[in-house]
């Protein structure tokens, strides 16, 4: 099972074995599949240079030029980032069905000192392109506080209940000493490591062979201090899937057809060359590579000027198939003209559905996030739920929408007669600042009520009794609905 740390038993005899097969190399088969999607994410020269191939007889100076001139078109990343936009673009809604205002308090303050809508991005990376995000939940005496950090997929194993494989059992978290991205000033060799494992019943730390950092000791949680938020889910695995994977292959393919175009532009025939000689006859394929024919006399190009625009309409289909493999619109990369409603539904329906699925799985971790928090906390003093029950909602803005028309909308709901929406429910969605304040929301429905009868007062004194009464404009139309029994 890849990713999956199988423990024999819990004896430190198994433990120790267990991380040692951890450095084997049949368990870097998904870590090097990792480092794949983080290099073309991360999408520096010194990462990306590998995927660049160099063509058959091409000499070291025309090769080194060519890396000089290369430059990453990272198309990977950026429908990585669409899709995370679309899921954690906005800060989430996070909170308790039940509770009272100190714990929502408390909460709130442990969610915020975390900075909590830039890890949010952390582990959506993660979800999207690595299959699953990963959060540990643990306490700081120097914050008095709880801790949340963001883990590598990569570098964590687990093991789920053979009978409940929904449930995990045993935790390793693989942790690098030094600099968090060691990979950049250490060579894999030198790399250094602690291993935290954890299961329901004690957590421990060991070093890169198998000594004690942490000595062992009882987990006081009743629980395993990770989270996991999971991509797509496959019948069958434990193990999380990137809803992009697919586009691993095609980025490479890109870097490869940018930088041969950018060979082609650079020669002046951007042709085939034939070169006649009494040599036997050879093929080569590639933007620097020639026909040579066994005949004397000339040498020439077949075509004299390249089809460049055919070579980047091939380059443009190529993105055209990616976006749709992402279920990404090139609109939401590129910008584009204004659609109709319908339009742009249907357009986008592809990419709302896959941010509606992760959203779904993104829920159930989040909830469990918010349980891990309570249970850590609570075993250090917080004063936070001990059966809490998780509120978790995501904001509505995916895509554009256009707000003027959607206000129209509403206010001709709440000045039709009848009314189809009430004046409090209108000041609640277009006043987001006072929505969740009632005494705010009486306090400024009353200042409307003062300003309408101001209003009808003056045109009463202007126009000497014979106006309408109700005065004009958009506190009119309030008060209208208000005296048809809207409140």
Same mark, same amino acid.
């Given at each position: 099972?890849?990713?999956?740390? %199988?423990?024999?038993?819990?004896?430190?005899?198994?433990? +120790? =074995? !267990?991380?040692? $097969? #951890?450095?084997?190399? *049949? /368990?870097?088969?998904?870590?090097?599949?990792?480092?794949?999607?983080?290099?073309?994410?991360?999408?520096?020269?010194?990462?990306?240079?590998?995927?660049?191939?160099?063509?058959?007889?091409?000499?070291?100076?025309?090769?080194?030029?060519?890396?000089?001139?290369?430059?990453?078109?990272?198309?990977?990343?950026?429908?990585?980032?669409?899709?995370?936009?679309?899921?954690?673009?906005?800060?989430?809604?996070?909170?308790?069905?039940?509770?009272?205002?100190?714990?929502?308090? %408390?909460?709130?303050?442990?969610?915020?000192?975390?900075? +909590? =809508? !830039?890890?949010? $991005? #952390?582990?959506?990376? *993660? /979800?999207?392109?690595?299959?699953?995000?990963?959060?540990?939940?643990?306490?700081?005496?120097?914050?008095?506080?709880?801790?949340?950090?963001?883990?590598?997929?990569?570098?964590?194993?687990?093991?789920?209940?053979?009978?409940?494989?929904?449930?995990?059992?045993?935790?390793?978290?693989?942790?690098?000493?030094?600099?968090?991205?060691?990979?950049?000033?250490?060579?894999?060799?030198?790399?250094?490591?602690?291993?935290?494992?954890?299961?329901?019943?004690?957590?421990?730390? %060991?070093?890169?062979?198998?000594?004690?950092?942490?000595?062992?000791?009882?987990?006081?949680?009743?629980?395993?201090?990770?989270?996991?938020?999971?991509?797509?889910?496959?019948?069958?695995?434990?193990?999380?899937?990137?809803?992009?994977?697919?586009?691993?292959?095609?980025?490479?393919?890109?870097?490869?057809?940018?930088?041969?175009?950018?060979?082609?532009?650079?020669?002046?025939?951007?042709?085939?060359?034939?070169?006649?000689?009494?040599?036997?006859?050879?093929?080569?394929?590639?933007?620097?590579?020639?026909?040579?024919?066994?005949?004397?006399?000339?040498?020439?190009?077949?075509?004299?000027?390249?089809?460049?625009?055919?070579?980047?309409?091939?380059?443009?289909?190529?993105?055209?198939?990616?976006?749709?493999?992402?279920?990404?619109?090139?609109?939401?990369?590129?910008?584009?003209?204004?659609?109709?409603?319908?339009?742009?539904?249907?357009?986008?329906?592809?990419?709302?559905?896959?941010?509606?699925?992760?959203?779904?799985?993104?829920?159930?971790?989040?909830?469990?996030?918010?349980?891990?928090?309570?249970?850590?906390?609570?075993?250090?003093?917080?004063?936070?739920?001990?059966?809490?029950?998780?509120?978790?909602?995501?904001?509505?803005?995916?895509?554009?929408?256009?707000?003027?028309?959607?206000?129209?909308?509403?206010?001709?709901?709440?000045?039709?007669?009848?009314?189809?929406?009430?004046?409090?429910?209108?000041?609640?969605?277009?006043?987001?600042?006072?929505?969740?304040?009632?005494?705010?929301?009486?306090?400024?429905?009353?200042?409307?009520?003062?300003?309408?009868?101001?209003?009808?007062?003056?045109?009463?004194?202007?126009?000497?009794?014979?106006?309408?009464?109700?005065?004009?404009?958009?506190?009119?139309?309030?008060?209208?609905?208000?005296?048809?029994?809207?409140?």
């Amino acid at each position: 099972m890849p990713g999956a740390m %199988l423990f024999e038993s819990r004896t430190e005899a198994a433990v +120790i =074995d !267990s991380i040692r $097969r #951890l450095r084997e190399e *049949g /368990q870097r088969a998904r870590e090097a599949e990792m480092a794949e999607y983080e290099n073309l994410y991360i999408g520096t020269k010194a990462r990306n240079a590998q995927y660049l191939i160099r063509h058959h007889r091409e000499r070291d100076n025309k090769w080194n030029e060519r890396l000089l001139r290369w430059t990453n078109q990272n198309y990977y990343a950026r429908f990585i980032d669409a899709i995370v936009d679309g899921v954690y673009g906005d800060p989430v809604e996070r909170g308790f069905e039940e509770s009272n205002e100190a714990q929502d308090a %408390l909460l709130t303050d442990i969610l915020d000192r975390n900075g +909590i =809508d !830039s890890l949010q $991005r #952390l582990y959506g990376v *993660g /979800q999207v392109r690595d299959g699953e995000g990963w959060v540990n939940v643990a306490w700081r005496d120097k914050r008095e506080s709880v801790a949340l950090f963001n883990c590598h997929a990569a570098h964590v194993w687990y093991q789920c209940d053979p009978n409940d494989p929904s449930v995990i059992t045993d935790v390793v978290e693989r942790r690098i000493q030094g600099r968090a991205i060691g990979t950049e000033t250490r060579t894999a060799a030198e790399q250094r490591y602690t291993y935290w494992i954890a299961n329901d019943e004690w957590l421990w730390e %060991l070093d890169d062979d198998g000594h004690t950092i942490t000595p062992k000791f009882p987990n006081p949680y009743g629980r395993i201090p990770y989270v996991r938020i999971m991509g797509r889910r496959i019948p069958g695995y434990d193990d999380g899937v990137s809803p992009v994977r697919d586009l691993v292959s095609m980025q490479k393919r890109a870097i490869n057809r940018g930088s041969d175009i950018d060979t082609l532009i650079r020669y002046q025939a951007h042709a085939l060359l034939v070169t006649i000689s009494h040599d036997q006859p050879e093929v080569e394929t590639g933007p620097v590579s020639f026909l040579n024919m066994p005949v004397g006399g000339d040498a020439k190009y077949i075509q004299p000027n390249a089809p460049i625009a055919d070579v980047l309409a091939v380059h443009e289909h190529e993105l055209l198939e990616m976006a749709e493999i992402a279920n990404v619109p090139l609109d939401i990369i590129r910008g584009g003209d204004s659609s109709s409603g319908i339009h742009l539904a249907m357009k986008t329906r592809p990419y709302m559905r896959l941010i509606h699925a992760l959203r779904t799985e993104a829920k159930v971790g989040e909830r469990d996030l918010i349980r891990c928090i309570c249970a850590v906390g609570r075993a250090h003093g917080l004063a936070l739920p001990e059966d809490p029950k998780p509120r978790v909602r995501f904001s509505d803005n995916v895509i554009p929408v256009d707000k003027a028309e959607e206000f129209r909308r509403d206010y001709e709901q709440v000045t039709a007669n009848p009314p189809l929406m009430t004046r409090r429910e209108f000041v609640k969605r277009w006043n987001p600042d006072i929505a969740a304040d009632e005494k705010a929301i009486d306090a400024y429905l009353i200042a409307l009520d003062n300003e309408a009868n101001a209003r009808a007062e003056r045109d009463a004194s202007m126009f000497g009794g014979g106006g309408s009464g109700g005065g004009g404009g958009f506190f009119a139309g309030l008060n209208g609905a208000a005296d048809n029994g809207q409140s």
